[in-house]
């Protein structure tokens, strides 16, 4: 399975300039042809994150998604957001939850900028969904089974079946037998 790689920053002075307490990486996967992009911003303070975030993802939306990306390269760009602070849920939520150009996701425990391996190890994560074992089955089963509610299901739609049209009156009985049946 492909795994998030850095990538150089030499194309960031611009933004590096513009957002200079924040520290920024770049990282990207090839999946089916296309790559994947996910950049990473981290800012010292909670102040700093909830009023420049917008701002830095407007400035990168405008500065460096090109046109010659695919409609599938377009919308799976990614930024991830990190704060020396813990971050509050309040924040996490409207962050990841706005949908202006990007998909944001939150690194919700305080720390440092990040090294690169957990960077890449969280996008795996999140992203990629690396932490998923998927197994073909070993054997088949045989008959499957059908649980009781299953049964009630199959029983009540063969006599509807049965009876004919569906409508009002066919409702109200069955309600009817449905409430006067022991709990």
């Given at each position: 399975?492909?795994?998030?790689?850095?990538?150089?920053?030499?194309?960031?002075?611009?933004?590096?300039?513009?957002?200079?307490?924040?520290?920024?990486?770049?990282?990207?996967?090839?999946?089916?042809g296309?790559?994947?992009?996910?950049?990473?911003?981290?800012?010292?303070?909670?102040?700093e994150?909830?009023?420049?975030?917008?701002?830095?993802?407007?400035?990168?939306?405008s500065?460096?998604?090109?046109?010659?990306?695919?409609?599938?390269?377009?919308?799976?760009?990614?930024?991830?957001?990190?704060?020396?602070?813990?971050?509050p849920?309040?924040?996490?939520?409207?962050?990841?939850?706005?949908?202006?150009?990007?998909?944001?996701?939150?690194?919700?425990?305080?720390?440092?900028?990040l090294?690169?391996?957990?960077?890449?190890?969280?996008?795996?994560?999140?992203?990629?969904?690396?932490?998923?074992?998927i197994?073909?089955?070993l054997?088949?089963?045989?008959?499957?089974?059908?649980?009781?509610?299953?049964?009630d299901?199959?029983?009540?739609?063969?006599?509807?079946?049965?009876?004919?049209?569906?409508?009002?009156?066919?409702?109200?009985?069955w309600?009817?037998?449905?409430?006067s049946?022991?709990?």
């Amino acid at each position: 399975m492909s795994s998030f790689t850095r990538v150089g920053s030499e194309n960031f002075t611009s933004i590096e300039k513009e957002f200079s307490t924040a520290s920024i990486k770049h990282f990207a996967v090839n999946q089916n042809g296309a790559k994947l992009r996910a950049f990473y911003c981290h800012f010292e303070t909670i102040s700093e994150l909830s009023n420049l975030w917008l701002q830095w993802i407007s400035f990168l939306a405008s500065e460096y998604f090109k046109d010659d990306l695919s409609i599938f390269e377009k919308m799976n760009i990614y930024v991830l957001f990190s704060c020396n602070e813990d971050i509050p849920k309040s924040i996490q939520f409207s962050i990841e939850n706005n949908k202006f150009a990007v998909r944001k996701l939150i690194y919700d425990k305080s720390c440092v900028s990040l090294p690169d391996k957990e960077i890449i190890n969280f996008l795996d994560r999140k992203i990629l969904s690396s932490h998923i074992n998927i197994e073909e089955p070993l054997e088949e089963k045989g008959d499957i089974e059908i649980s009781k509610i299953g049964t009630d299901l199959i029983r009540e739609y063969n006599r509807a079946s049965n009876i004919g049209e569906v409508n009002d009156a066919f409702f109200k009985e069955w309600l009817e037998a449905q409430l006067s049946k022991e709990i």
